[in-house]
């Protein structure tokens, strides 16, 4: 038990069940053969040495709320862009603008990553692991302040979305 | 008829990441365009999907998905290192 | 095609318009890199939406696993190539902490 | 066969051997890869008529595209690919020597065709 | 064959000093076995079939001619090794005398043949063999270029003969000589004229001769031995054993009398102008074989005996006279007429054989060489009309002049110039006998007259059956016409070559040049033609290969067929189509490379949409994966080059843009062109597929199954490209640039 | 018998396969190499005789029928030519394994399992029965060959190899060009079906396939105006790769030259053909004149002979074609013999070039022989094989009365002898240049067997002109099998 | 400090890797009756494999072993019907239901797919090590 505690932490078991259902999506087929030869093929491309490092857990609550408030920036962002690209708009309140991280996981500063990106008008230019500060571009200087507080926000559901065992970065 | 409309949008699409891919400036530019381009043949497929309702190719945009990532991430590693590297 | 199937692919086909119009009309690189990044996958997305309103469930399962792909994936392109630009070809702008930061200051 | 097959056939060689006959390896290795474009085009152009994809069963088969000229398009794609690559790996073993990717004159053949520039052509 | 198992006898000697001992044994051997059969009527034969098919054969005859010639080619062959071994002295001379050996058994087989492809054979290996012994030494230019220029000529004359016997063979319907009827005729003509010139060639005859003279670079033995016995005559034995099938061909006697008589006069005054001893005695050879072939394309009963007894006369002579000259060469250190001086004294069995073998040469009593002229004469004589008359003047006056040159040679030679007697060096036995016993020869054959008639005649007879009645006379009687020729001849010819003993005139090998210029010209030719189409220049020779495959695409222009054309196959096609093409000309005109290598990528994407368009997924898909790895392949390899690229001249370019238009036309019109009724087998293959191949994706099954041969080499490509990578990679850049260019890699660039 | 054509085909690449990743151990790879290709050549000599006897062998891979599948062909041309090129690609690899301590030996590590990835794509080429498999067959030889050529990494290995990439590539598109529009307008790539189909064909569609497959492949067989690529980039090469180079590669596109034009009956094409085939030859044999450097020279006599095989395929008669085929084979031996003693000569000396060289004659009397030989049968002396071959073509020449073509052969035998006597004087006579010469000294042994081998090369190729009669009568039959497809195409369907 | 390498860069990639090796495997498993195969699956390892070696993870090494795998796979399936008296690459097709997973269908055509993917994916690390791409891995570059 211990053994398959080991070589299966709560992460990688997510992760092959994701697989899984991955595989038979893709064979389009719900079947007892596409699960088992799914969760071969799972087990082996999940292998530590090529997968994320499966450390730390999953809370599926603040993961939700981070989907649901990517979702809603996904439309927004949207929106944005057809504005942006309607209006003849002239960009000189362009700026990179810096905000402190709660964590340096490499976990956490992707999934904030991935959701600042989608977030309205911004991206993520650059990270600094050392300082936990995450450099964002945001195409309208003014909104810099309110940018920022929200991906605060961001950072926070990521954070708990995955807890670490400790703050230290995880092996990789 | 819409899936015609459709399919002619995301050829001008593609024709515009096209164009910026030819005149750049910035070759950052260019891998964008590439990116565009990849994602607006995506986009054709999915809409050949949605006019026919066969999932045949489906798999194959999950594959070009993976490819212009790959494409995107060494490209601009690359600048990055040559700039860094001089 | 159901309408509201229509309905997604057209609005789809609608954004990938202004992502192609964007990625030329705008001026600095960052900008296009939102055009790029953003709205083409957005269109993707909505025409994958339209489509899987078309497929059943078996379809709509595959399009989340290319969904998923691209929204792991996107993003950090997109991050890459504004890291890219930055490093290489910086465009002065107003505020920019990470050169205040790495005293790297390009104006 | 589709004109337009056939013209883009055309202007991917055009602009291939415009590219192969530059100086650049680099150059030379795009306009490669042009030509390879050209060159499975062709063959499928060659396949007929554009059809259903060659996949038993999606469609009738009088209306599937032919899948013969497709297979050997793939595998020209392949070895093309193949080649692409030890050519990349040329140009850079060729910048690693020289500083830069220019393809060099034969120097014996030059030295005779300069030898007998020099004496004139009543030879 | 024994001269074949000599070679390699030779040439596997361990120790190199009896190597001239050992070649001698094959041809003492055949000559011994010739002389027995000198006279009796026997014939022997020997074919070995080659090919077939063909009609190749390696076939002997031995006849009475045959066994006379081989007497000659390999007893003086016996005597020349002998020579050899005294004029060497000592050193390691194996590959010489193998050499040597090889050639006297090709000279054997030439005068053996009974087929035309056996006697052009032997012929070209006569020319192979005399080239490496004319540059015996090879450090010397001057005998190296001999060497070249013999060979030249003679192969230049071989190839001229093979052409002449292939017309030959054409109209007589065999390659046996034996079997060979006269012929006539248009193709006979042709024939007749390229078989002549191939035996002008070897013959030394003008204008061919030019070779002669320069082969006096060879080493005495050698020049004793091919130009008196061997190699030369092998035109005239040609001319004879072609007799009976050509001389029937109107231009055969006109033209080999003609061109004979004047190169005997031409090669007189040659020999009475130089002050080289050897070069006398070769220009003397080119005037004699001037005679001989004269007298043996003039075809009568007469004039082919007269021509088989200067042969052999000849041969006797001239080859005592080389190897006295030899002699005096190697034992004085010059050759030089004006400079040296005393020898009568201090060489006198040198001196002997000079008179005797001269006197012979002349034509003068009591040496063989009389009755062999007298029979020349006579045949002259009894030629009929304008064109008799002038066939005597011409013997008579090359006559005259032979004697002169004769004279002038052995007076100057030997005469005291005052001052220091040339300093001579210590007798040697083995260079001397030979020639002594030759000009003996000379003595004996005039005293054994009518045994030489009894050997002379059945071979002539062989020639021309009207020969037999002739006989070489000792004595020919004061009334006879050719006598008092002769005697005139002697007495002229005497007093003229005493004059001319004090005159030399500098010595100007006249026309030899031309040879070599002609050798020249050509390089400079091939040379300048090589330049113009061997540029060196890759680009150019891709402009050439585009312009000949747009040259090749004419005539389809005559098959486009309008009706089975459509302007696409969806509308969609069109659009991407233009894309495609419009970033395939972004990607020639980015001058940056990462910028050029992502807008091929754009081409590759465009072009996977036309491949879904024409529903081709598989190969959309992989097209995709292919066009990132190769643009992911640019970006990291070639990325750090200069980021532009370089420009070139305008004029370059408008040639590789017109170059490039043609070439895309091309192809556009090879296309067009397609016939396109395909008889689709589509049915079959799909149902092949699924049942046999047990797949539905049929273009897959066509790769792993139907055509999986296809992608088994497919593979091996690809891991060929790679370890080929691997290796340029690894490739140490020390060695690599082991082999440096030069700075002028830039100059030397257009 | 197929089971032996499958094992020809694909042995030589599993053995290449495991030559790559057998690391430091030589001695395994030289056994796999020599292995192989002495069994290469034993099967192919079985096959000859089976051939010979029993009539064309035909292998459809994966037993599919020969209207959807690939078959291998093996007639009697394809025996004949195969045979002797086994055997010379062993005889080069035992050449090799001698001369690897030298600068001039390529990396063991990679030439020998390369060199056999080339025999796989030669035997394909060979036997195929099918235009894609050929073009398969050729990406395996010039990439095989590529490799060969550039894996040192040298800089005119680099530049040269270069010349023969790009011109090589280019005309594989045209060979797919070309295959698209056959495939486009006979639905088939089959041979034998298109020996049916093609003079089925229009005449201007037919005789424009004619030409651009000429184009193609006279860029393979290095033919006039397509030949630069090869005297630019073989000299640069290790010796034993110039050497399978030289002796195997262009004959390869002459023999799919005589293969596809004959079958699908291009008789129109002859005249022009045999105008092609005359520049060949004097071009061929300019450059030749031109040069000053023995591996050169060599080189572009390949080019000058091509043209008379090209002119036995331009007359177009059972004579001619046969003539062609026994050219081709005589040529096979000496071209190497030639090249290989270009290697020692390199070995000996430090260089092969002229002016640096000389007096090899004394010092080296056997590399004299060696050298001799074969040159004289290039130059079409008898009694060696050359002549034989020389006097077929003319003869057909003769008999076909086209007599401007046999003037020219004729007169480029004397420019040939011409260039040989110029290597002959320039290394074997006079006197080199000291200073330059730097004689590599490699071990006994290994100079042993390079000398063995080729003097092994030498002895074929004296074989084969003393067995010209036999030779000669398979040609003929050969030639007879081509002009008269339908034993091909029964052989191949039924 | 702020380093070359992006950390959110190497996560993406740790995080998509399985699910491209799952695509990978669903097209060599899928590719004999809808698009994909062996060339493909490959050429999708294959991009994991370079986005593995530009970010500096860890990534397959020798490339000629995937090599010798490959070559021997496409071999054996070659040469293989040769024992049984067939000719060359003459495949066969397996058809069993197996208990639990239903009818399963395969052929030897798969092993040769197989081998093909191994050489593709040779391939790559041979281009990767022979262009000197794990330069752009390292993380020596400082802002
Ligand atoms: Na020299
Ligand atoms: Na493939």
Redesign the interface.
């Known amino acids: 038990m211990r053994l398959l505690r080991q070589h299966f932490p709560i992460r990688r078991v997510i992760l092959i069940v994701g697989l899984v259902a991955a595989w038979c999506a893709l064979w389009n087929r719900l079947s007892i053969a596409n699960i088992v030869s799914g969760l071969l093929v799972a087990v082996v491309v999940s292998h530590r040495s090529v997968g994320p490092a499966g450390i730390g857990g999953v809370r599926l609550r603040p993961l939700l709320k981070l989907g649901a408030i990517v979702g809603q920036d996904l439309v927004m962002s949207t929106f944005n862009v057809a504005y942006e690209v309607i209006t003849p708009t002239d960009y000189t309140e362009e700026a990179i603008i810096g905000v402190d991280l709660p964590s340096n996981a490499r976990a956490h500063m992707m999934l904030i990553a991935v959701a600042v990106t989608v977030t309205p008008g911004t991206a993520v230019i650059d990270v600094d692991p050392d300082t936990s500060r995450i450099y964002l571009h945001v195409l309208h200087a003014e909104r810099a302040e309110a940018t920022a507080e929200h991906v605060q926000e961001l950072a926070d559901l990521a954070c708990r979305a995955l807890p670490m065992p400790t703050d230290s970065e995880a092996p990789s | 008829m819409i899936a015609s409309i459709a399919l002619i949008i995301f050829g001008l699409t593609f024709v515009a990441a096209g164009i910026r891919a030819a005149i750049g400036p910035t070759l950052a530019d260019r891998v964008a365009a590439l990116d565009v381009g990849v994602v607006s043949i995506m986009s054709a497929v999915a809409v050949d999907a949605a006019d026919t309702g066969s999932t045949r190719l489906v798999p194959v945009l999950a594959v070009m998905a993976i490819v212009g990532f790959t494409a995107t991430v060494a490209a601009s590693r690359f600048i990055e290192y040559e700039e860094s590297a001089t | 095609m159901s309408p509201v199937a229509a309905a997604f692919v057209l609005l789809g086909s609608f954004v990938s318009l202004l992502s192609g119009i964007g990625m030329l009309r705008f001026r600095t690189p960052y900008a296009r890199f939102h055009a790029a990044g953003k709205a083409s996958p957005i269109a993707f997305l909505l025409v994958a939406i339209g489509a899987s309103l078309e497929t059943g469930w078996a379809g709509r399962a595959e399009f989340l696993v290319v969904a998923v792909a691209l929204v792991l994936t996107l993003p950090v392109a997109v991050h890459l190539l504004f890291r890219a630009v930055h490093r290489t070809e910086p465009v002065p702008i107003g505020r920019d902490d990470l050169a205040t930061d790495t005293g790297k200051d390009h104006d | 066969m589709s004109v337009t097959l056939a013209l883009v056939v055309g202007g991917l060689t055009s602009v291939g051997v415009y590219l192969m006959t530059s100086r650049s390896l680099t150059r030379m290795l795009l306009g490669f890869a042009l030509l390879g474009h050209a060159a499975v085009l062709a063959l499928l152009a060659a396949g007929g008529e554009a059809g259903e994809r060659p996949i038993s069963g999606d469609a009738p088969v009088a209306e599937l595209s032919d899948p013969l000229p497709q297979a050997f398009a793939l595998t020209a794609i392949v070895i093309s690919f193949g080649l692409t690559l030890f050519l990349l790996a040329l140009a850079r073993r060729q910048a690693q020597l020289t500083g830069d990717d220019l393809v060099e004159d034969d120097l014996e053949d030059r030295r005779i065709a300069l030898e007998t520039e020099a004496e004139g052509h009543d030879a | 064959m024994a001269h074949l198992v000599g070679v390699v006898a030779v040439l596997s000697l361990p120790n190199p000093r009896p190597a001239f001992a050992v070649a001698l044994a094959a041809p003492l051997a055949s000559a011994v076995w010739a002389a027995s059969r000198l006279g009796g009527g026997e014939t022997d034969t020997a074919r070995l079939d080659w090919v077939e098919g063909l009609d190749l054969a390696v076939s002997f005859r031995v006849g009475p001619l045959g066994a006379l010639l081989a007497v000659l080619v390999s007893g003086i062959g016996v005597l020349i090794f002998v020579y050899g071994h005294g004029y060497f002295g000592g050193g390691d001379r194996r590959g010489f005398a193998a050499t040597l050996l090889a050639f006297s058994g090709s000279m054997l087989g030439l005068v053996w043949a009974d087929d035309v492809w056996t006697l052009f054979l032997f012929w070209e290996a006569t020319s192979v063999t005399s080239f490496l012994l004319v540059g015996t030494k090879s450090t010397d230019s001057a005998a190296v270029t001999a060497a070249r220029r013999a060979l030249l000529v003679t192969v230049a004359g071989g190839l001229v003969l093979l052409a002449g016997l292939l017309v030959l063979v054409d109209v007589a319907g065999t390659a046996t000589l034996s079997e060979m009827g006269p012929v006539t005729g248009d193709q006979a003509t042709v024939a007749a004229v390229l078989i002549l010139v191939g035996a002008f060639t070897k013959s030394a005859q003008l204008p061919f001769h030019v070779w002669l003279p320069g082969a006096m670079a060879a080493p005495t033995p050698v020049s004793a031995y091919l130009h008196s016995a061997t190699m030369v005559k092998a035109g005239i034995v040609l001319i004879g054993l072609m007799h009976p099938v050509l001389g029937a061909v109107d231009i055969w006697s006109g033209l080999g009398v003609t061109v004979g008589l004047l190169t005997m006069f031409w090669g007189a005054i040659g020999a009475l102008r130089h002050a080289d001893a050897k070069l006398v005695l070769a220009w003397g050879t080119v005037s004699q074989l001037g005679l001989m072939t004269a007298m043996m394309s003039l075809g009568s009963g007469k004039a082919i005996f007269a021509a088989v007894s200067l042969v052999v006369a000849h041969a006797v002579f001239k080859a005592a006279l080389f190897m006295a000259v030899g002699e005096i060469d190697i034992r004085t250190g010059s050759r030089d007429l004006r400079s040296l001086s005393g020898l009568r004294t201090s060489m006198p069995v040198a001196f002997w054989v000079m008179v005797f073998a001269g006197l012979s040469m002349a034509g003068v009593p009591p040496l063989l060489g009389f009755p062999a002229k007298e029979a020349a004469i006579e045949a002259s004589l009894k030629e009929s009309g304008a064109s008799g008359d002038l066939i005597l003047a011409g013997v008579t006056i090359g006559s005259v002049l032979t004697v002169a040159y004769t004279t002038r040679l052995v007076l100057a030679l030997f005469s005291d110039k005052g001052g220091e007697p040339t300093e001579v060096a210590p007798f040697r036995w083995a260079a001397a006998a030979p020639s002594v016993l030759l000009s003996a020869l000379g003595v004996v054959g005039y005293v054994l007259a009518p045994s030489v008639t009894d050997w002379v005649v059945p071979a002539a007879a062989t020639l021309e059956t009207t020969s037999t009645g002739y006989a070489l006379l000792r004595w020919p009687g004061l009334d006879s016409t050719a006598f008092w020729i002769s005697m005139g001849i002697v007495a002229g010819g005497a007093i003229i070559g005493a004059a001319a003993a004090r005159h030399s005139s500098p010595p100007e090998p006249v026309g030899a040049n031309n040879v070599d210029r002609l050798v020249d010209r050509t390089l400079d030719l091939a040379k300048w033609t090589t330049g113009r189409v061997q540029h060196g220049s890759l680009p150019i020779y891709l402009v050439v290969m585009a312009l000949v495959a747009s040259l090749a695409v004419i005539p389809f222009l005559g098959s486009i067929d309008a009706g089975q054309l459509h302007a696409w196959d969806r509308p969609l096609q069109a659009g991407m189509g233009t894309a495609v093409v419009a970033a395939a000309i972004a990607v020639a005109a980015i001058r940056s490379r990462i910028g050029a290598a992502l807008a091929l990528g754009v081409v590759g994407l465009g072009v996977s949409a036309l491949f879904l368009i024409q529903g081709a997924p598989d190969l959309a898909l992989t097209q995709l994966l292919v066009e990132t790895v190769i643009v992911v392949g640019f970006v990291i390899g070639l990325g750090g080059l200069t980021t532009q690229f370089p420009a070139n001249g305008f004029v370059w370019r408008s040639v590789r843009i017109g170059t490039a238009v043609l070439a895309g036309t091309a192809v556009t019109v090879a296309l067009l062109a397609s016939a396109e009724d395909t008889p689709s087998n589509r049915e079959s293959l799909t149902a092949a597929a699924v049942d046999e191949g047990g797949g539905n994706n049929l273009v897959n099954v066509i790769l792993t199954d139907l055509r999986a041969l296809d992608t088994l080499g497919e593979v091996v490509v690809l891991v060929v490209a790679a370890m080929g990578v691997l290796a340029l990679s690894r490739a140490d850049t020390a060695r690599g640039g082991g082999a440096p260019l030069s700075d002028d890699v830039r100059k030397v660039r257009r | 018998m197929?089971?032996l054509?499958?094992?020809l085909?694909?042995?030589p690449?599993?053995a290449?396969?495991?030559g790559?990743?057998a690391g430091e151990r030589q001695w395994v790879r030289d056994i796999l190499t020599v292995g192989t290709l002495a069994g290469a050549t034993a099967i192919a000599g079985i096959l000859l005789a089976h051939v010979e006897s029993e009539g064309t062998v035909v292998?459809?891979?994966?037993?599919?029928?020969p209207?959807?599948?690939?078959v291998?062909v093996v007639d009697l041309m394809a025996a004949l030519v195969l045979l002797v090129a086994m055997a010379t690609i062993l005889v080069v690899q035992l050449f090799a394994i001698g001369q690897r301590r030298t600068?001039w030996g390529a990396?063991p590590q990679?030439s020998g399992?390369?060199l056999l990835?080339l025999t796989?794509?030669v035997v394909?080429a060979f036997l195929t029965g099918d235009l894609?498999?050929l073009?398969?067959?050729f990406?395996?030889i010039?990439?095989?060959s590529?490799?060969l050529l550039?894996?040192?990494?040298?800089?005119?290995q680099?530049?040269?190899?270069?010349?023969y990439?790009?011109?090589n590539?280019?005309?594989?598109?045209?060979f797919?060009?070309?295959?698209?529009?056959v495939?486009?307008?006979?639905?088939t790539?089959n041979l034998a079906l298109l020996a049916e189909r093609i003079p089925e064909?229009?005449?201007?569609?037919r005789?424009?396939i004619g030409?651009?497959f000429?184009?193609v492949f006279g860029?393979k067989a290095a033919i006039f105006?397509?030949f630069?690529?090869l005297?630019?980039s073989y000299?640069t090469a290790p010796t034993t790769i110039t050497a399978v180079f030289a002796g195997l590669l262009t004959k390869i596109g002459v023999y799919v030259l005589i293969r596809f034009h004959v079958l699908t009956g291009m008789d129109d094409l002859g005249p022009l053909i045999l105008t092609l085939a005359a520049l060949t030859m004097v071009?061929g044999?300019?450059?030749?004149?031109?040069?000053d450097?023995v591996k050169?020279i060599l080189s572009?006599h390949i080019i000058s002979q091509i043209g008379y095989m090209l002119m036995g395929l331009g007359l177009f008669t059972l004579a001619g074609i046969a003539g062609a085929i026994v050219f081709l084979v005589h040529h096979i031996p000496v071209k190497t013999v030639l090249f290989l003693v270009g290697g020692l000569i390199e070995e000996r000396e430090g260089t092969s070039a002229l002016d640096k060289i000389?007096?090899l004659?004394?010092r080296q009397?056997l590399l004299a022989v060696l050298f001799a030989l074969p040159a004289?049968s290039l130059?079409g002396?008898?009694?060696f094989s050359g002549?034989?071959a020389k006097?077929?073509l003319?003869?057909a020449g003769?008999e076909k009365v086209v007599v401007p073509i046999?003037?020219i052969a004729?007169?480029n035998?004397?420019?040939t002898?011409?260039s040989m006597?110029k290597i002959w004087?320039g290394v074997?006579?006079?006197?080199g240049d000291d200073e330059s010469a730097t004689p590599i000294r490699i071990l006994r042994p290994g100079h042993r067997l390079m000398v063995g081998a080729t003097a092994v090369a030498l002895v074929a190729s004296l074989a084969i002109a003393a067995s010209?009669?036999p030779?000669?009568?398979l040609g003929?039959r050969a030639a007879a099998d081509l002009l008269d497809p339908s034993a091909y195409i029964q052989a191949v369907m039924s | 400090m702020i380093r070359g390498r992006s950390p959110v860069v190497r996560s993406a990639i740790r995080a998509a890797s399985p699910l491209a090796l799952l695509v990978a495997a669903f097209l060599f498993f899928a590719g004999h009756n809808q698009p994909g195969g062996g060339f493909a699956a490959g050429l999708v390892i294959g991009a994991v494999v370079a986005l593995r070696t530009v970010a500096g993870i860890g990534r397959p090494q020798d490339a000629t072993r995937w090599f010798a795998i490959g070559t021997a796979l496409v071999s054996v399936v070659a040469l293989a019907p040769l024992l049984g008296g067939e000719p060359l690459l003459d495949q066969v097709i397996v058809s069993e239901t197996v208990p639990l997973l239903g009818k399963v269908k395969s052929g030897s055509a798969l092993v040769f797919d197989a081998g093909v993917t191994a050489i593709v994916v040779g391939l790559f690390v041979a281009v990767f090590d022979g262009l000197d791409a794990d330069e752009l891995g390292r993380d020596e570059v400082q802002v």
Do not use: K, N
Not at chain 6, 158 to 163: D, E, L, N, Q, V
Not at chain 6, 169 to 174: D, E, P, R
Not at chain 6, 183 to 187: H, L, V
Not at chain 6, 285 to 291: K, M, Y
């Open positions: 197929t089971a054509v499958g094992l085909v694909v042995v690449m599993l290449a396969a495991i790559f990743v292998l459809r891979v994966g037993d599919w029928d209207e959807l599948g690939i291998l600068a990396d990679l399992p390369l990835v796989s794509g394909l894609f498999t073009f398969v067959a990406e395996l010039l990439v095989s590529y490799v550039t894996h040192q990494g040298r800089r005119g680099i530049r040269s190899g270069m010349t990439v790009a011109m590539l280019f005309a594989s598109t045209l797919l060009v070309g295959l698209a529009v495939y486009a307008s006979t639905g790539v064909l229009d005449d201007p569609l005789w424009g030409l651009w000429l184009v860029t105006p397509l630069s690529w005297p630019d000299p071009i044999v300019a450059g030749a004149l031109a040069q450097d050169r572009f000389g007096g004659a004394q009397p004289l130059a002396i008898p009694p002549f034989v006097l077929a003319v003869d003769i046999v003037v004729l007169a035998s004397v420019l002898l011409v006597v004087t074997f006579w006079g006197s010209f009669g030779l000669w009568e003929e």
